[in-house]
């Protein structure tokens, strides 16, 4: 249809009218071929009549069409106008007000275009309105991420989310950290064992793309999920620079929905990165707590752990012993191999002693050759005798050089409490240092007690 002006409806007005007045002109002739006499028809007036008689019916139908379609067309405008200005203030940075089936949608009352425009514009509110509630879900996730760098929290946290998002009943999350992979968090199970040589979890972490496991009614798994029938299992790779270093597994009493499942893309995109950043952020602690020689805690870190043992053991009432070791004439290790030598001594030192401490004992490169021995709930008896097992292993082991082997040996200091009376732990290491000293006086290679 050729346009006219810039109004629709003006130019139907226009088309109307010229119809219905077109109509007049033909409609005498028209009663002639009906076999009306022309002297009858042909004339001024009935030509008037005719032509009036178009006009009025060409604007009643313009009525019409403004009173049906255009009052559709404007209460579209309106809710279009209610929905631009949602957007602008998402776009302004403020929350977008719900739409309610009064305020935004359009009633569906026809089986036509008008029908059909009003059920699309209803599916675009839905859609933007989905979108915008998958917005702020991501946006609360990304910020609660954003503000947790410990491993353990945020994994806690994100799991916990990620479980309501889903509606998943039980759920863990594993981190891929130093080539294992292991639960960092879990809820809902009754034990996370075995889940890092799953099957559907090794299939995930390899493919990098999502296994959904669909369960028998009535199933129930036992020793793996607490007690209630899982549905569908899902597991979720989690990907940092197409590299995976994690994997979310959920667990559903119903097949879980395809709307939350679309938007675990995003959440997963956000979890991927914070979980890097908190890997990193651990990996940091660990280099700037040990000691880059011989990977034992260095003495800023090892006295802090020493102030909490030491804490624990006052509040608790039960033992705790330190050992400080030093190796005996290591300068002139140092004089006559050369300090790679000297190092590669001190790392000796370190491999020893961690095989002969127990879990949970500390071990501290204090300065030089001297090295710190934190022994949790150990007595003076037990410190003693860790320390001189130390001793006789040093003693009877050597560092080869070439063809030469370099015999160094070690002297200890001892000193635990209740075996000692100290008002703090660096009270109990001076103890355990004079024990030091004592048996360097009296000949090195011995271990005596404060």
Not at 102 to 117: N, Q
Not at 160 to 179: C, F, P, R
Not at 237 to 250: D, E, F, H, Q, T
Not at 320 to 341: E, P
Request: charged share 20%; with cysteine.
């Amino acid at each position: 249809m050729i346009r006219i002006t810039r109004k629709v409806f003006s130019d139907l007005a226009i088309w109307m009218t010229g119809l219905g007045l077109a109509m007049g002109v033909v409609f005498p002739f028209f009663m002639v071929l009906m076999g009306v006499p022309s002297n009858l028809v042909l004339t001024f007036w009935f030509f008037a009549a005719c032509m009036g008689a178009g006009f009025v019916v060409g604007a009643a139908n313009i009525g019409l069409a403004r009173g049906v379609v255009g009052n559709r067309l404007r209460l579209l405008a309106e809710r279009m106008r209610v929905v631009e200005g949602n957007l602008n203030k998402m776009a302004q940075g403020d929350g977008m007000e719900e739409c309610s089936s009064e305020d935004c949608y359009i009633a569906i009352d026809s089986d036509d275009e008008i029908g059909e425009s009003a059920q699309a514009f209803n599916n675009l509110v839905s859609a933007l309105a989905a979108a915008h509630q998958s917005e702020g879900v991501v946006r609360e996730f990304s910020h609660l991420l954003a503000s947790q760098l410990e491993l353990d929290a945020l994994t806690e946290q994100a799991l916990h989310k990620l479980m309501d998002h889903t509606k998943a009943s039980a759920g863990a999350l594993l981190v891929e950290n130093e080539g294992q992979l292991s639960a960092s968090a879990s809820h809902g199970m009754l034990s996370t064992e075995g889940l890092d040589n799953n099957d559907h979890v090794r299939s995930a972490m390899r493919s990098g793309k999502r296994q959904r496991v669909l369960l028998p009614k009535g199933l129930m798994v036992s020793g793996v999920l607490s007690e209630f029938q899982p549905r569908e299992v899902l597991v979720e790779p989690v990907m940092y620079k197409s590299v995976p270093i994690g994997a979310i597994v959920l667990a559903a009493g119903e097949v879980f929905e395809e709307e939350s499942l679309r938007g675990m893309e995003l959440l997963r995109q956000a979890l991927a990165l914070a979980l890097n950043n908190a890997l990193a952020h651990e990996r940091l602690q660990r280099l700037a707590a040990l000691d880059a020689l011989t990977g034992v805690y260095n003495r800023r870190f090892g006295l802090a752990r020493l102030r909490e043992e030491f804490s624990r053991s006052v509040r608790d009432a039960s033992p705790l012993g330190v050992v400080m070791l030093d190796l005996d004439h290591f300068k002139s290790v140092n004089d006559t191999y050369g300090h790679l030598v000297g190092d590669r001594v001190l790392v000796h030192l370190a491999k020893l002693a961690r095989s002969v401490l127990r879990e949970g004992d500390v071990l501290v490169r204090y300065g030089g050759e001297e090295f710190l021995a934190i022994l949790p709930a150990a007595s003076q008896g037990d410190s003693k005798e860790v320390a001189e097992r130390l001793r006789r292993l040093m003693a009877e082991s050597s560092v080869k050089d070439g063809e030469q082997e370099i015999r160094v040996t070690l002297s200890a200091g001892v000193a635990s409490i209740p075996g000692v009376t100290v008002d703090s732990p660096i009270d109990l290491v001076q103890q355990a240092d004079q024990a030091l000293y004592k048996a360097k006086e009296a000949g090195r290679n011995l271990v005596l007690a404060a």
